[in-house]
């Protein structure tokens, strides 16, 4: 079945410390891929896509992704965390030609001092 | 930066209640989506419109919804007969080259008694 998994529900992390978010799907084809973030009241923000070419991409906010074909994944990370990027992230895709996106459940980041 | 915006951020209704949920989509945009995100679920899309028609809809979009654009900017969705399980946070969404890449809303949280 068609599906996109964030294996991780919730991840805690220190300020300054390194953010790593799994991201795989399952489709015939590869999708395009995005990440959105969602912060405490607010809507989703798009922070990166993937839909060809390099296979890492920047996004805003200090955040990159990975594309790995062989292992269906799309790896969101950061370097190093700030206190404000505690919210909840969503991996996403679209199949080509049909543009409605498909979300995973979404990996909550809490930032601890 | 050009934004989507919903009216209300928080409505609550009646069972059985009409309610109509707006959304002023990012002016230059041609493709529109409606999705929404029950408290502790995924992100599910509704229903996609463009060039004046729906393009795709959801199982979940049945008969007591409906979208409309009744004027050049605003994007509406209509549940006809609010149900207990209609309480969730709806996103409206647009998207300027219906690639994927859209731009959501803050979202109205819908709360049906």
């Known amino acids: 079945a068609q599906s996109v998994t964030q294996p991780d529900i919730h991840i805690t992390v220190s300020e300054g410390a390194s953010l790593e978010l799994r991201c795989n799907y399952s489709?015939?084809?590869?999708?395009?891929l995005f990440w959105y973030v969602q912060s405490p009241g607010q809507g989703l923000q798009l922070l990166l896509k993937y839909f060809s070419g390099d296979t890492l991409v920047q996004g805003i906010k200090g955040f990159e992704a990975e594309f790995k074909r062989s292992q269906s994944s799309f790896n969101l990370r950061k370097p190093s965390v700030h206190w404000s990027d505690a919210a909840e992230y969503f991996c996403a895709v679209v199949l080509i030609n049909d543009y409605k996106l498909s979300f995973g459940a979404g990996t909550t980041v809490t930032v601890r001092a | 930066e050009p934004e989507v915006t919903q009216t209300p951020s928080h409505q609550v209704t009646q069972m059985g209640q009409e309610v109509i949920l707006r959304c002023v989509p990012i002016?230059?945009?041609?493709?529109f989506y409606w999705y929404r995100q029950i408290l502790g679920q995924k992100v599910e899309f509704l229903v996609s419109f463009y060039n004046n028609e729906i393009s795709e809809k959801s199982e979940i979009f049945d008969d007591q919804f409906s979208v409309e654009r009744p004027d050049g900017s605003n994007f509406t969705l209509k549940i006809r007969s609010t149900k207990l399980e209609d309480s969730a946070m709806y996103f409206c969404?647009?998207?300027?080259?219906?690639?994927?890449?859209?731009?959501f809303g803050p979202g109205t949280r819908l709360t049906v008694t």
């Open positions: 002016s230059n945009h041609l493709y």
């Open positions: 489709y015939g084809a590869t999708p395009y």
């Open positions: 969404a647009s998207s300027a080259a219906g690639d994927g890449t859209q731009y």
